[in-house]
């Protein structure tokens, strides 16, 4: 028999005003394979300063929009239940339920935890990359929000950048799960498994083929990108 889902599964995304693209053929990859209801939020900052939400400056190592925003889905989800946040620069290529389905009452948020030292300085549209203990974790995160609650919208607006990005706001490492099934697969920095073992995320960290200057970005896998933008923008007669 079908699963029974009651509520569509929340989703958060990191949203950047350069990176629209991304976002919209994420969107419309993460709908097109799932096998249940989404309810799927883009987190557009101008909005959460309007509703005062957030209030930071720019830190200078801040390449996205979103670097601190996503933060506050547990806020938005007033504590209760799970949530699902990811950046924007992603493909869903399978059931993001499967990633659900992941979901352990015994940790706060659970992530994919690569082992992932940058040797590179730069990367997209000549942003700094940072090279900080726990790099990426925070780009796919399963949040447990009830117990997430150190993540006031007091505590995101004055918090490090490695106090949120490191998961200083849990009771420590024992309360990071990790996510199983290559749900975060960053392109041009891992190697891809073989066509056996699909990867079911991709993730372009180091900016993806909707800038001009990396349209080739991820070689086989950009041509995969614009497939699947092409899809979303199908007209029918």
Not at 42 to 57: C, D, I, K, S
Not at 75 to 99: E, N, P, Q, T, V
Not at 109 to 118: D, I, K, N
Request: hydrophobic share 40%; with cysteine.
């Amino acid at each position: 028999m079908p699963t029974v889902v009651h509520q569509p599964i929340p989703i958060f995304i990191g949203y950047d005003p350069r990176e629209r693209a991304a976002t919209n053929v994420l969107i419309d990859s993460l709908y097109q394979h799932s096998s249940v209801p989404l309810a799927i939020t883009p987190l557009v900052a101008p909005q959460l300063v309007n509703q005062g939400l957030f209030h930071r400056e720019r830190d200078p190592k801040q390449s996205t929009a979103f670097s601190f925003t996503r933060f506050l889905v547990p806020y938005l989800m007033g504590y209760r239940g799970w949530a699902l946040f990811m950046d924007c620069d992603m493909l869903c290529r399978s059931d993001i339920k499967a990633l659900w389905d992941q979901r352990d009452d015994c940790y706060g948020a659970m992530c994919v935890q690569h082992e992932y030292v940058p040797g590179e300085t730069m990367k997209f549209l000549g942003e700094a990359q940072s090279n900080y203990p726990k790099k990426n974790w925070s780009s796919l995160m399963l949040l447990n929000c009830s117990r997430c609650t150190n993540l006031t919208v007091d505590y995101v607006n004055t918090a490090t950048g490695l106090q949120l990005h490191r998961f200083h706001w849990l009771e420590g490492d024992h309360d990071i799960g990790a996510i199983k099934g290559g749900w975060n697969h960053l392109v041009d920095v891992q190697r891809l498994p073989d066509q056996e073992e699909p990867t079911p995320m991709l993730h372009w960290t180091l900016g993806g083929p909707w800038f001009r200057k990396q349209r080739t970005m991820g070689g086989r896998l950009a041509a995969e990108w614009f497939s699947a933008r092409d899809d979303a923008m199908k007209l029918w007669d």
